[in-house]
């Protein structure tokens, strides 16, 4: 998928690639039993249902005119018997096929969720989460109707339409060929309606993904909105797209709407031609008005199905637009992922080696990091500074991996990262990444996300740790307050310190901890740092910082700038040597001077 902006369509496909529609049938497999018993339902209702044109026949040729009155009262008790099983089948096929439905909407929705999560930090930053987010929920939510009740209410209308043309043939076989004459007529006209309708809801997507991506920055930027009176200028713009889309939309439901009138105008023109050639008895037609009324039943149950059937090929055509986007989602490979032959990382010690390691984005693109290498010793803690931009946090995120290096090795206690599994590796490591996120759910909850088995006590613990303990408590329901979505009700510190604690519960080998104090003031940094100075011990540790104050007691610190590192050292070795560090530290305090 192409990068862009809720301004920006997707790529439009204009050839309907029926392989996604054959994917589809994966996802049949599991209920196939189920669906087994639906379709010998509606194969059974099918077949009570003909009864009607035999009962027609019977009632006109042999009861009325033959007087035969005892046949009306078997005929009756027949149909009686008819109503009931096709009642009951009825309810049978509407229960299951809903039910069946809606299980295969789960699995889809299961499934692209599940992928979704699998997917590299560039993924989500290549395109707006609104866009992501539609696919999940709206596209799977239109493939409801179709999957649940079209998929098997077609085979039910194949078979009626099969079964009905049988008995055309056996009444009689010249006003059956009469009745197929504009058949294919309708074959070509189906064809070119579907290309254009392809093309037509393949473009409604992409207005609709525009105006969901627009529609949640909007929510996630509502403040910013707020701060400079900005509303009408937001009204403005979801006004526009929301035009858009219903221009789209009314576009695409033209298309649609001339299926069902072009099989209405062939069925009535054909049924017209039945009843001029049976009474002007032309063409070799020479049929009795019992005959002409059972065919004609017979041609209404040939025809009502197939306009069934244009219904459900229309909901096909739009269901292949929303469906190439879901599968394009899903066919999307993984970057990161465990390799073939991948081992579970062992418990580590903490050493960690860049060699020689060099990256960058995109295949033809840019080095963001110039031979880097460096090594670390179990429990150092090492401090990474320069100038935004330099590559501080890219560095850590590849000891994530969440990224993989372009040339080079990352190692940890001499194993490539590469060759063990990512769960083996992450789950030994803490990271508090620059943008803090907060879940909407209790205090609790969310210091416990660092580990699902902690008990109340290991979460105070944690959170004393690191300082949180006392203005948790001073919240309204103490670790039980419930945190509204994305931490709006908490002060930036507090939404730190939180985070903060969340990664010391996981109690990792390794530390990362990118501009993890940039929010807290002061006096709640210099607590924070005499709290986690004995957690730190033992544990290797990578912190970013611009705040030179924080990192002046680690082991080694390297001033990183354009993606190399220029010079490392201990604070005092650096500020001797009166490097870009130096100059980055002297500057920082001589503002910290002027702020006294």
Same mark, same amino acid.
């Given at each position: !998928? ?29 209920? !196939? ?41 078997? /005929? ?14 009825? *309810? ?34 290549? *395109? ?11 596209? #799977? ?50 064809? #070119? ?98 005959? /002409? ?35 394009? +989602? ?80 990352? +190692? ?38 660092? *580990? /699902? ?16 303990? $006392? ?37 990792? $080998? ?41 990192? #002046? ?40 001077? #002027?702020?006294?």
């Amino acid at each position: !998928m192409a990068r862009n902006t809720y301004k920006e369509d997707e790529e439009v496909i204009e050839t309907l690639d029926w392989k996604d529609l054959k994917r589809v049938g994966a996802y049949l497999k599991p209920y !196939m039993p189920k669906i087994l018993r639906v379709v010998a339902v509606v194969f059974t209702m099918t077949l009570v249902a003909q009864f009607n044109p035999v009962a027609s026949r019977l009632l006109i040729d042999e009861v009325i005119a033959k007087k035969s009155w005892s046949m009306l009262w078997v /005929l009756a008790g027949v149909f009686a018997a008819v109503i009931v099983i096709y009642e009951l089948c009825l *309810r049978y096929r509407t229960i299951h096929i809903m039910e069946i439905g809606q299980l295969m909407l789960t699995d889809i929705r299961r499934d692209i969720f599940h992928h979704i999560q699998t997917l590299p930090f560039s993924y989500f930053d290549s *395109r707006p989460h609104g866009k992501i987010l539609v696919r999940v929920v709206s596209y #799977v939510n239109t493939l409801s109707n179709t999957l649940s009740d079209g998929l098997v209410n077609v085979i039910a209308d194949i078979f009626i339409v099969v079964m009905a043309l049988v008995g055309m043939f056996l009444t009689d076989v010249r006003l059956t060929l009469w009745s197929l004459l504009l058949f294919p007529v309708l074959l070509v006209m189906v064809r #070119v309606i579907q290309h254009f309708q392809h093309i037509a809801y393949q473009r409604l997507s992409a207005k609709q993904s525009n105006l969901n991506a627009f529609i949640h920055e909007a929510i996630a930027g509502v403040k910013t909105t707020q701060s400079f009176a900005r509303e009408n200028t937001q009204f403005a713009e979801f006004q526009g797209q929301q035009a858009t889309v219903r221009h789209f939309w009314m576009r695409a439901q033209y298309l649609e709407f001339l299926m069902w009138p072009s099989v209405q105008v062939i069925a009535t023109t054909t049924t017209a031609m039945v009843y001029y050639l049976a009474i002007m008895k032309l063409g070799g037609v020479h049929v009795s008005a019992g005959v /002409l009324i059972a065919f004609l039943a017979y041609l209404s149950n040939f025809w009502n199905p197939i306009i069934e059937i244009g219904n459900f090929y229309n909901q096909l055509i739009t269901c292949s637009a929303y469906l190439e986007r879901i599968f394009e +989602t899903m066919d999307i490979e993984p970057e990161i992922k465990d390799l073939p032959g991948a081992q579970p990382m062992p418990q580590i010690s903490g050493k960690v080696d860049y060699n020689d390691v060099s990256f960058r984005y995109e295949e033809d693109g840019p080095d963001i990091l110039h031979h880097v290498d460096f090594h670390v010793e179990p429990g150092k803690s090492i401090a990474l500074v320069g100038p935004t931009g330099a590559g501080k946090s890219t560095i850590v995120s590849l000891l994530s991996r969440f990224y993989d290096v372009t040339d080079g090795s990352i +190692t940890i206690d001499g194993y490539d990262l590469r060759s063990v599994t990512l769960s083996s590796l992450r789950s030994q490591m803490g990271v508090m990444l620059q943008d803090t996120f907060i879940f909407k759910a209790s205090v609790r909850e969310n210091i416990r996300y660092g *580990r /699902l088995d902690a008990t109340d006590e290991e979460i105070e613990a944690a959170a004393q740790a690191v300082n949180a303990d $006392r203005f948790i408590r001073e919240l309204p329901n103490g670790y039980d307050t419930e945190i509204e979505e994305g931490g709006s009700t908490l002060s930036a510190g507090q939404r730190q310190l939180i985070a903060f604690a969340r990664v010391m519960l996981a109690d990792p $080998r390794i530390l990362i901890l990118d501009e993890a104090t940039s929010d807290i003031d002061t006096r709640t940094e210099e607590a924070l740092q005499a709290g986690i100075k004995e957690l730190l011990k033992d544990r290797t540790s990578f912190v970013i910082a611009h705040r030179l104050s924080t990192i #002046v007691g680690s082991d080694q610190i390297y001033y990183v700038d354009h993606g190399e590192l220029v010079e490392h050292g201990t604070h005092a070795e650096l500020l001797e040597r009166g490097g870009e560090y130096a100059k980055l530290y002297q500057a920082q305090y001589a503002m910290l001077k #002027v702020d006294e």
